[in-house]
């Protein structure tokens, strides 16, 4: 009886803990109390165990947990919360921001700062805005970050990167690129293109001289800082994934004239200028009309023949971040590959087209040994495969550019005797190759190229705090090695050519086919290279950093030492290591977050200087008033959250000479050139030659810069901040030898000198505004705008007192010199009465007529004159903007240039030694008989080279301003899966119209820029 009492008390007490334990489902939102947007990735944990999950994209979480459960909600960033359940079913959560979390948020030189008491000029970016359909980082900076000018030329596989600088260009010695940093450790564009965004935790753009001094030598041309990701204490690893898969295809190509029309404008250049080349007959025209026999009437469309209409490619991420109290890590691998748009042919065992594999590794491990001592471990490898033809992609454009439809065919039918490497490809006789004219086809397909790359880049950090000698004294150091290793193959081999000797066909139904030139060897050859280079790195630091009541200071002293070396020289100088050193300090005073001030210093030492001048010492200082935060502010705080005027000036320098090294020495080939001598000139010897004069007075290029900026935040909504910059360049390096008179003996001689200034100012420009209307819906919108104008005040150049406007100074880097055209010539008459013309070729009705700038009634190359806006463009400006309703969320960036020009060049039909083919709209509309138009978009045809239509003037000057919708994405999210469609190059808007005008000049025949639809999946585990 008693054990029957016992079980039912047991019975009645496991049935009340089970009822007590009773769980439900809790779902709801997390929210920045402030903003009202949803966090994403926010940890949710029942207190007190290990039962946990995160927030989706949108901000919703869902969790099963007992009726009287706590729930701790934290992210980075805000304050930890706890929220009792007591039962509810539904609980959103705002978060508040935590203060202390937000002090360290923006990457400066060296180091963080507090946001609020940053006073220079620097630029971040969320790390999801870098992740595009493109898969080059460097193509999103432009329009999403104020002060960066970026453009890109190719949309080539393996080489679609975009050109990029920081506040324009400053200089013309030839170190125009910005320093790139990945965690604290300088790195190419190249590496920075291979990099995943859902590796990198933060990116910050350094634009004055308070923000670039510390790197004194580097920090000239602007700094990209980029730091990836750690590891976080999480209960269990976070797993992410993104798969996409991708169809390119050009944005636009150039459009060429068929067979016939090709014939009759080439009888009618010939005819024009009676220059007595054979014409093509009427029956050639009319069978190639007809589309007869395709092997004696051609009518090729070379572009369409070699080149795809779309491309495919894919890409895969898979990342791992997780840790404890004392370890973290982060692991990332991506694959990418890529594709050309080479058609692959069956002719061949190997496969013509490009194909670009990328695989990119990312390992951070950090360790807090104990609560005073840290390390960090960081691995970034990079692999590349390339495979593609052995003729160059430019060289296989500019050969369907060069190659007319109908003098002959790609190919002719192989018979049974043929070896069957001799493709018998077609060709013409009376050409300078081999006795005849390339065949782009044979170009394409005669071998193929393999490429490897491997990168391989490790940075141990470790930290020290030394609380014990001063309190927030930490002692730092970071020590690196990176290496590249790049093995180039070309297999290739020689092509026969042919043509039809009699046009009758043979019994077996072949023509009687004859050799253009002589035998070529068809087995294939081999060419390797190897090169290679390595850098090691080392770089301790002692910071401080304390807070006395409303006084903060701190402080920093850095030394850091690098060595270059090239892993396979070729010379004395090639396998001299490069050694740089340098000190950089910093100090930092802040009251009160209102009142701020911070002064900066680099001194370098460059192995490019004699001694005496070796070192160089590079001060800023800059000072910050944070006026809303002002007792007397207050009650406008509501409207005016933020208002901070700051104000920076110091100086930076360089060491770069373009490729040159040691300057200040004389470099003496003691055989370099030889001699005959003797009474009968039948001596021979050889003596030193100077391949470069030594100049010990060469010294650190400098810039002195000013930045004043203005930050404002409005209704908690929006955010304004624009700077106002000058900067004046001095002591540019230059190779003053083409202005030194021959007669001194430097002709071939290398003199360098500091000979050279250029004044760069503009401004740069951002506006974010970030708005929750209600729960569902929310915005988030970012406009940018940078202008960046240089001007050459000193160059080396003669001095054109006779000729000014032959000179760059007063004008801009790379802006365009060339004749000023008025229109075409009436007719023969108007020539005669015209200043003399002495451009070379023709001149007559329908050529170019240009103006005589000098006067003398002659026209020559001292009459070109600077016109347009340089190549690389003044104004960048973009509006990108995030939607976001419910589970659905959509994107979209609008980018554009303005202030740029280039001249189309390299496209005249035909030519002296060429095939050349013929542009769609040059037949469309050219000067001829038929068509007398003065202002025609083409001036009169010629069979032979005409010098005076096709010298660079303003007749071939075109605008390459345009606006992009660079990108947009559609997403929508399920749980732990978000399905996204994006695209990129979109839509284009430009006066200019012939191919895309991001591309350049030239005559559009490069590979062009790619639109990309794309098509993926984001998963999350744990």
């Known amino acids: 009886m008693k054990n029957s009492y016992v079980f039912v008390l047991f019975f009645c007490l496991m049935f009340s803990g089970v009822y007590a334990q009773e769980n439900i489902i809790v779902t709801g939102t997390v929210l920045d109390a402030k903003t009202g947007i949803p966090v994403p990735s926010a940890n949710i944990i029942e207190k007190g165990t290990s039962n946990g999950t995160m927030t989706d994209f949108d901000g919703n979480y869902s969790i099963e947990v007992p009726k009287n459960a706590t729930l701790e909600i934290s992210f980075l960033g805000y304050a930890t919360k706890e929220v009792k359940v007591d039962g509810r079913n539904e609980i959103d959560i705002d978060l508040e921001e935590d203060a202390s979390a937000l002090e360290e948020v923006v990457v400066v030189g060296y180091g963080t700062q507090k946001k609020i008491s940053v006073v220079g000029a620097i630029s971040t970016i969320e790390p999801e805005k870098l992740r595009t359909a493109s898969t080059n980082i460097s193509t999103s900076l432009a329009g999403n970050l104020s002060g960066i000018i970026a453009v890109q030329r190719t949309g080539q596989p393996g080489a679609d990167a975009a050109n990029f600088f920081i506040r324009g260009i400053s200089t013309f010695s030839g170190a125009q690129n910005p320093l790139i940093l990945l965690d604290g450790v300088e790195i190419s564009s190249g590496d920075l293109n291979a990099l995943s965004p859902e590796i990198i935790e933060s990116v910050s753009v350094l634009k004055d001289a308070t923000a670039t001094a510390v790197y004194g030598t580097r920090g000239a041309n602007g700094v990209l800082i980029i730091t990836t990701k750690t590891g976080k204490n999480f209960d269990k690893p976070r797993i992410y994934t993104r798969i996409q898969s991708q169809v390119t295809f050009p944005t636009e190509t150039p459009e060429f004239a068929d067979g016939v029309d090709y014939m009759r404008l080439y009888n009618e250049a010939v005819t024009n200028r009676s220059t007595g080349e054979i014409l093509y007959t009427q029956d050639k025209i009319q069978g190639t009309a007809e589309g007869r026999d395709k092997y004696l009437y051609p009518n090729v469309d070379w572009y369409d023949e070699m080149f795809k209409d779309a491309a495919y490619n894919q890409e895969a991420n898979v990342n791992i971040q997780g840790g404890g109290e004392k370890v973290g890590y982060f692991m990332s691998a991506t694959l990418n590959r890529q594709t050309g748009l080479l058609k692959n042919f069956d002719m061949n065992s190997y496969d013509n087209n490009i194909e670009v594999q990328k695989f990119t590794f990312q390992n951070n491990i950090d360790a807090e040994l104990s609560p005073t001592t840290k390390v960090a471990l960081k691995l970034n490898t990079q692999l590349r495969y390339y495979d593609g033809p052995s003729t160059s992609v430019q060289g296989i454009y500019n050969g369907a550019m060069n190659t007319n439809p109908v003098d002959f065919p790609m190919y002719f039918p192989l018979d049974s005797i043929t070896d069957p490497r001799d493709i018998q490809y077609g060709g013409k006789t009376g050409g300078a190759v081999n006795a005849g004219w390339p065949n782009p086809f044979a170009e394409l397909t005669r071998g193929y190229t393999s490429n490897f790359q491997s990168t391989v880049l490790a940075t141990l950090n470790g930290e020290q705090k030394l609380n014990f000698l001063l309190d927030g004294l930490t ?43 002589q035998p070529q060897n068809l087995s294939l050859g081999t060419g390797t290279g190897t090169s290679g280079d390595r850098r090691f790195y080392f770089q301790p630091s002692l910071e401080y950093s304390q807070t006395f009541g409303k006084h903060s200071v701190s402080g920093l002293l850095l030394y850091n030492q690098t060595e270059f070396a090239i892993n396979n020289p070729d010379g004395l100088i090639s396998s001299l290591p490069e050694r740089r050193i340098g000190y950089a300090g910093r100090a930092t005073y802040d009251f009160d977050n209102k009142y701020l001030f ?42 005016i959250n933020l208002l901070k005027l700051r104000v920076s000036y110091g100086k930076v320098g360089n060491d770069r ?72 360049r001095e002591n540019i390096f230059v190779d003053i030898s083409s202005t030194i008179p021959t007669i001194f003996g430097t002709a071939g001689t290398n003199v360098y000198a500091n000979l050279g200034e250029v004044t760069n100012q503009g401004l740069d420009f951002s506006l974010d505004y970030n708005k929750q209307f209600n729960e569902d819906f929310r915005i988030s919108a970012k406009g940018t705008f940078t202008y960046a104008h240089n001007n050459v005040e000193l160059n080396n150049e003669p001095p054109f007192s006779e000729f000014p406007n032959l000179s760059a100074v007063g004008h801009p880097i790379g802006t365009l010199l060339g004749y ?36 003398n009634g002659i026209i020559n190359s001292d009459d070109r004159t600077r016109m347009g806006y340089p190549t690389t463009p003044e104004i960048v400006y973009g509006l990108s903007t995030s939607l976001y309703y419910k589970n659905w969320d959509m994107s979209f960036l609008l980018q554009g ?45 010629s069979k032979l080279d005409n010098g005076n239509n096709t010298a660079n003037s303003s007749y071939w000057l075109r605008d390459g301003s345009f606006l992009k919708l660079r990108s947009a994405e559609i997403g929508y999210s399920y749980k732990q899966a978000r399905f996204f469609v994006s695209g990129y190059n979109l839509l284009r808007f430009s006066k200019f119209d012939k191919w895309d005008p991001e591309q350049g000049g030239g005559s559009g025949l490069s590979y062009p820029t790619q639109t990309i639809a794309n098509l993926g999946v984001q998963l999350r585990f744990n």
């Open 598 to 639: 911070e002064a900066n210093f680099g001194y370098n030492g460059s192995e490019n200087f004699a001694e005496g001048k070796r070192f160089g010492f590079f001060p800023s200082a800059a000072v910050g008033y944070v006026i809303s935060n002002e007792d007397y502010f207050r009650d406008l705080t509501d409207v």
């Open 897 to 941: 240039v303005e202030r740029t020009s280039f001249f189309v060049s390299g496209f005249h039909p035909f030519g002296s030694q060429g095939l050349r083919n013929v542009l769609q709209w040059v037949a469309d509309d050219h000067y001829s008989p038929t068509n007398p138009d003065i202002y025609a978009a083409y001036p009169k045809l």
């Open 820 to 855: 000023e055209a008025e229109r075409l010539f009436i007719d023969q008459a108007e020539v005669d009465a015209s200043p003399v013309q002495q451009l070379g070729g023709f001149v007559s009705g329908g050529d170019i007529k240009y103006t005589d700038i000098t006067g």
């Open 475 to 517: 002692l730092k150091g970071l020590v690196s090695f990176k290496n590249w290793a790049n093995t180039n193959v070309v297999r290739s081999r020689g092509y026969n050519q042919y043509e039809i000797g009699n046009p009758q066909l043979l019994p077996n139904g072949s023509y009687n086919l004859e050799m253009v030139g």
């Open 657 to 728: 000479i373009g490729g040159a090294r040691f300057p200040y020495l004389s470099d003496i080939d003691l055989g370099g050139r030889g001699f005959t001598t003797g009474v009968e000139q039948n001596t021979s010897y050889s003596g030193p030659v100077y391949n470069k004069f030594a100049n010990r007075n060469i010294t650190w290029e400098t810039a002195n810069k000013l930045d004043i900026g203005l930050q404002v935040g409005l209704l908690n909504s929006f955010s304004f901040e624009i700077d106002l910059y000058h900067e004046k």
